[in-house]
């Protein structure tokens, strides 16, 4: 084990498929009690089974994280039998209508915004009390759709929109829980071959031309491994990483190695802000 979670409990949404049942794994195969949330009750049951027959503490329990009333009820539960709560991996999440925003189903793309970011707002609220009892815990975030860099996806508006909130909900929350021992942070995991590729292969042309070949490329060359987001998780909720908080980090160019050498303070590691000159009128 490259890290000791022994005798800590780490909830995952979005945990029965992709980056979540891979978070999963890693932080059972370094010593968690790990319990995974979907919407599907037979899918994160078939994940947690998985992880389990491997010798691994891995439980799987069905949640519709964009349902506040449903997650306070589970994540009440989740406290009540394991007394504790030390790190929350927001996974959750799905792409929204793929297309120009005049031709996408509305529904659909409130929908998203939904889960992709309200469902994250209502998982965090529904641990915090318990980690301030504690004094201590870990809360990561999904970023993506290129966020804060130069690769911004068209035609996905509510999934770009829904990751821009998120970002800005983690560097927000940062500043609350400043002294309170918890930590919370986003990653962005990069291009890798999941459920939502495949939605985007899907949708063909309405996706963009340049971004549809770009993820047939991607599904060719097999994407960016899921295991760089689960390494960067796994440091974040480590001691080694307390002096990381509320920033935006990309599981394909932040190393453990970097951070730790690294002074994080600022605008560092946060989306771009417009400078002070030019954003207020300066009094003669």
């Given amino acids: 084990m490259e890290y000791d979670y022994s005798g800590k409990v780490v909830a995952i949404t979005g945990g029965s498929q992709g980056i979540g049942k891979a978070m999963a794994q890693a932080f059972a ?6 319990v995974i949330f979907a919407r599907s009750a037979e ?18 329990r069905q949640l519709d994280v964009g349902d506040p009333a449903a ?4 994540f009440g539960r989740l406290v009540s039998e394991r007394k504790r709560l030390d790190v929350l991996v927001n996974c959750a999440g799905i792409y929204g209508p793929i297309g ?39 809360i990561i975030a999904m970023a993506g759709g290129g966020v804060g860099g130069p690769n911004l996806k068209p035609s996905f508006s509510s999934y770009i929109s829904s990751k ?11 500043k609350e829980l400043e002294g309170t021992g918890i930590t919370i942070n986003a990653i962005s995991p990069g291009a890798i071959n999941t ?22 490329k991607q599904k060719a060359s097999g994407g960016v491994s899921p295991q760089l987001a689960c ?3 796994l440091f974040l909720s480590s001691a080694e990483a307390r002096h990381v908080s509320g920033k935006i980090l990309s599981a394909v160019w932040d190393r453990k190695e970097t951070l730790l050498k690294k002074k994080i303070e600022g605008q560092m ?5 417009i400078d002070g000159e030019l954003y207020t009128e300066k009094k003669k």
């Fill in 269 to 273: 590691y946060t989306l771009k802000r």
């Fill in 100 to 138: 120009p925003l005049e031709e996408n189903d509305l529904g659909s793309w409130h929908q998203a915004v939904s889960i992709n970011l309200c469902g994250t707002a209502f998982c965090t609220s529904a641990v915090l009390p318990q980690m301030k009892k504690q004094g201590s815990g870990t």
């Fill in 231 to 233: 390494g960067l998780a």
């Fill in 164 to 174: 821009y909130g998120v970002c800005g909900f983690v560097e927000a929350l940062s």
């Fill in 71 to 74: 997650v306070q009820k589970a």
């Fill in 195 to 216: 459920r939502m590729l495949d939605q985007v292969l899907a949708a063909g042309s309405r996706a963009g031309q340049s971004f549809l070949d770009a993820s047939k």
């Fill in 43 to 60: 899918e994160v049951q078939k994940a947690a089974s998985g992880i389990s027959a491997g010798g691994l503490d891995c439980e799987g």
């Fill in 29 to 34: 195969s370094n010593g968690a009690s790990v």
